[in-house]
């Protein structure tokens, strides 16, 4: 096969060539008959074999243009798999994912160095998606389960946890892999929430003061916040003030509930405009 050319740094191939491992992101994957998948950067295919037996439809996207050719030619005549040669971070997943009565399953053990802008971008869908099975450094998955005030909560921690209900299934061995990358991995389960965790009116006005939040950590909350896009339109100390948060607090310190609290309150702000 097209793999024996060696991994490519620069596209973060480290490949899975650990059975366990495997089989334990198949099985927490749990697809259903008929179930659409989508895997990302399908690699070699150690994970494409299971999912393209168990899947109604496959659909994998691979930027190592050698590798999707090799993907496209094991499946050709098969109509169920679909290989997409492009890069997932310029994809439009919106159109890529149609609404379909079972939902999208997505399967990845995802290249580390984009891992956390796919995050976003998978968070952007989560309307569509029945459950997420995703490998990721170790350090990145910790970041989604860290409480307020420490130095792994961020952007990723509170927007994820909005609409996900997040488990882990596995920590991954270096050695699990070929080449072995430096650092531990981890497999995580993401399974979307039928409500969100907080009410936080417009979404996309949530996501802008979250990530304003955490854009300069060693500047308070205020400072933060007025420099965002959204605050040309309106006055930030009076937004504060309206939900009684201490602008001289660090965006780092906010809960879920209060980002929540303050993106309310822009939303009607906007609003009034
Ligand atoms: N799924 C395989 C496995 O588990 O062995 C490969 C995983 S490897 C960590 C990441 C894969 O993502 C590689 O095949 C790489 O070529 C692909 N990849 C890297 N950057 C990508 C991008 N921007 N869009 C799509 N695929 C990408």
Avoid at 86 to 93: G, Q, R, T
Avoid at 173 to 187: A, I, L, Q, T
């Amino acid at each position: 096969m097209s793999g024996t050319r060696r991994p490519l740094k620069s596209l973060g191939q480290n490949f899975l060539v650990d059975g366990t491992v495997i089989d334990k992101i198949i099985q927490a994957a749990d697809i259903r008959p008929d179930q659409a998948v989508l895997e990302i950067g399908p690699g070699r295919g150690a994970l494409t074999k299971h999912l393209a037996e168990r899947a109604g439809r496959l659909v994998l996207i691979e930027f190592d243009h050698a590798l999707a050719a090799w993907h496209r030619d094991q499946y050709l005549g098969n109509s169920a798999v679909t290989v997409i040669d492009a890069d997932v971070l310029k994809v439009d997943l919106a159109a890529l994912l149609p609404e379909v009565a079972q939902k999208w399953n997505v399967v990845a053990n995802l290249p580390y160095n984009i891992s956390t802008e796919v995050l976003f971008r998978l968070y952007g869908v989560h309307r569509r998606l029945a459950r997420m099975t995703l490998m990721l450094q170790k350090e990145v998955g910790d970041r989604l389960a860290a409480p307020p005030d420490c130095s792994a909560y961020g952007v990723t921690t509170v927007l994820l946890g909005l609409w996900f209900d997040i488990s882990r299934v596995v920590v991954v061995h270096p050695g699990c892999f070929h080449p072995s990358p430096k650092v531990d991995s981890v497999v995580l389960n993401f399974m979307p929430r039928s409500e969100a965790r907080a009410e936080v009116g417009d979404e996309d006005l949530f996501r802008a003061v979250v990530k304003s939040a955490f854009s300069m950590r060693r500047k308070t909350l205020y400072n933060c916040l007025k420099s965002a896009e959204f605050a040309k339109m309106i006055d930030c100390g009076e937004l504060l003030e309206a939900c009684a948060i201490d602008g001289r607090r660090r965006g780092e310190t906010l809960s879920l509930e209060e980002f929540a609290l303050l993106s309310r309150r822009v939303t009607e702000l906007f609003k009034e405009l």
